[in-house]
């Protein structure tokens, strides 16, 4: 197979090196109620996973933290390269202290009601219409497995899908700064290695960094092509 990489990447073993990475993904908001919410989503989420749901209503931004109790696949769709995407049905269960922003999340159910679907101890779930567009992040540490001047393999325990755009930090030495970047998945496969067929590769390809940071990286590639 010939290596098209534009630069050339170098393991990382040995070496504890992490990556924080924030995923978003859009997702539509199936029925909600003071304590979850379904939604339906274009990628797979992780049961007991802890994501955040983000979505607005007439100028109000509301964000709540949500455990994933359920999941199914329930379709698919097919992208403008022809690709088959599966699309997942997913139930949260909101989770923290949240009095206010309950509330608040009342008035919007209140607000969006069309059919009172059923009644549940932790109130009366809704179907909403209209613009039920909403976003869904989750905070990752992973582990860098390699690296280049142009991007990184991660260990995730997330499936994401290629041509996702996220922000990430990762710290190359010990009591300096971490270095910041936009990046874009191009790659995403199961199993790093044998012993983690749970886990998934992350191919990253970095889209922007500042200068200061990118020499920061070229300085630590090219330390690392001495040993390799």
Known sequence: MVNTRKHQRFTLEGLDICARTLFN????IINISATGASIRIARRL??????????????NCFTVKGRVVWEKLTGSKESQEGEVI???????????????KLKQIGTFIEEKVTEIRERRLGGIRIRVTGDDSA????????????ISLGGMSMESVHEVPTGTGFRLQFTIKENEPPLFCSGR???????????NPEKYTVGVEFIEMSEGDREKLKRFVDSLSIYQ
């Not at 993904?25 to 539509?28: G, K, R, T, V």
């Not at 992780?46 to 100028?59: P, T």
């Not at 599966?86 to 206010?100: K, N, R, S, V």
């Not at 998945?185 to 012993?195: I, K, S, T, W």
Request: net charge negative.
């Open 25 to 28: 993904a859009e997702a539509e």
């Open 46 to 59: 992780n049961i007991d996973g802890v994501y955040a749901l983000k979505f607005s209503y007439r100028d």
């Open 86 to 100: 599966p699309i997942y049905t997913a139930g949260l269960e909101f989770q923290g202290e949240l009095p206010d």
């Open 135 to 146: 976003v869904l992040s989750h905070l990752e540490t992973c582990r860098v497995m390699d």
């Open 185 to 195: 998945v191009a790659f995403c496969r199961n199993g790093p290695a044998p012993a």
